[in-house]
């Protein structure tokens, strides 16, 4: 077939639709010709694309017990996500089988240059849902090369916590709920919204569903399956109140496995808004004005909560957190003051206050557990960009493991109208 130079298309033909002309053709001239029909291809950007994803999808498992581990690490920042990529001789299922790592600590903000290594430590293995195969990822803690953990490293601390025996008695659960925002690449504001301007007023896009409504719906369902196939244990997800916002929720997590599913999960949504071409945002308040925040609302409950009789164990637990209300918000999220005014479902952030079914509280009870007397508690004051470690950890430290005085908690139970 001769291909004159205007036959071609500025929309680069695939080998779909190739086959497809092919077979039309073949179907026309068949009864009347025998003669040999040949088809010269176009080179095209598209074309290059294709191979490129054909070698990205290749299946190395017949042909190599070799695997690709992708070592996660916490940046500088306590919040930028770093990973580097290692060859692995065999599949592994355990993460001490994975070799101790390093990396250049004073290109990420953790070491001096003149002393730069960090050593990477594998604490939690997860499928790699971008790889595929026996291919994995894998989070890691950080310490310098004495073996004492660095300042950035949360997990370690609550690694000590969820060791204590009476924390894993208590066998403590969490529900985490990650809100997060979605922005346009180049000028920084929510997905949907038009440049500059804003959409209509916050109501009907909280679990919506329609073109001018709902924005990123496609990027919440890849990661939410993402995450499935990695082996994180997400329950769900949904649109949120302000368009553009989006959450889903990890958990029920027993201990330190709340923190490790949390940011494999992060991980999982910047690489997956990357491809996208979209910028991810856990900014607790990435709009002024009259739009909700994004927080990171955690469930909680210890086994002596979950049991009959747990309530007044609730209870005792919002007295021991009213009492460390400040040391519970320096730890729960950078500009979290921007978020928690009283307004849009918070409580101000200066006051500690509980109540059933109150969103407007710094912790919630739901009417279900004040019903049959035991269940658990919602913290409604982490922020979206809050360290899971940090809190997870400090719930558990201020409910089972700190005692107040006799003096503040009958003090404090006055004050919440708490009778414990």
Known sequence: MRITRNSVSSSPMTTKMWSSLLLKQ????????????????????????????????????????????????????????????RTIP??????????????????????????????????????????????????????????EPIPTNKRHRAAEIFSNKKVVDEVPWYGIEQEYTLLQTNVKWPLGWPVGGYPGPQGPYYCSAGADKSFGRDISDAHYKACLYAGINVSGTNGEVMPGQWEYQVGPSVGIQAGDHIWCSRYILERITEQAGVVLSLDPKPIEGDWNGAGCHTNYSTKSMRE???????????????????????????GNERRLTGKHETA?????????????????????????????????????????????????????????????????????????
Request: contains cysteine.
């Open 26 to 85: 073949n179907k026309k001239w068949s009864s009347k010709s025998s003669a040999k029909f040949q088809v010269f291809a176009v080179k095209s950007e598209n074309s290059t694309i294709n191979r490129i994803e054909d070698l990205l999808n290749l299946d190395l498992t017949p042909f190599t017990d070799k695997i690709i581990a992708e070592y996660i690490w916490i940046g500088g920042s306590g919040l930028d996500l770093r990973s580097k990529s």
């Open 308 to 334: 009959d009789g747990g309530f007044e164990v609730i209870k005792k637990a919002i007295l021991n957190l009213s009492l460390r209300h400040k040391e519970h918000i320096s730890a729960y999220g950078e």
């Open 348 to 420: 101000s952030i200066n006051t500690f206050s509980w109540g059933v079914a109150n969103r407007g509280c710094s912790i919630r009870v739901g009417r279900e557990t004040e019903q049959k007397g035991k269940g658990y508690l919602e913290d409604r004051r982490p922020a979206s960009n809050m360290d899971p470690y940090t809190v997870t950890a400090l719930l558990a430290e201020t409910t089972i493991l700190w005692e107040p005085t006799l003096e503040a908690e009958a003090l404090a139970a006055q004050k919440l109208a708490l009778n414990v």
């Open 90 to 147: 065999k599949p592994v299922e355990h993460p001490s089988e994975l070799p101790k790592w390093n990396y250049d600590g004073s290109s990420t903000g953790q070491a001096p240059g003149e002393d730069s290594e960090v050593i990477l430590y594998p604490q939690a293995i997860f499928k790699d849902p971008f790889r595929g195969g026996n291919n994995i990822l894998v989070i890691c803690d950080t310490y310098t090369p004495a073996g």
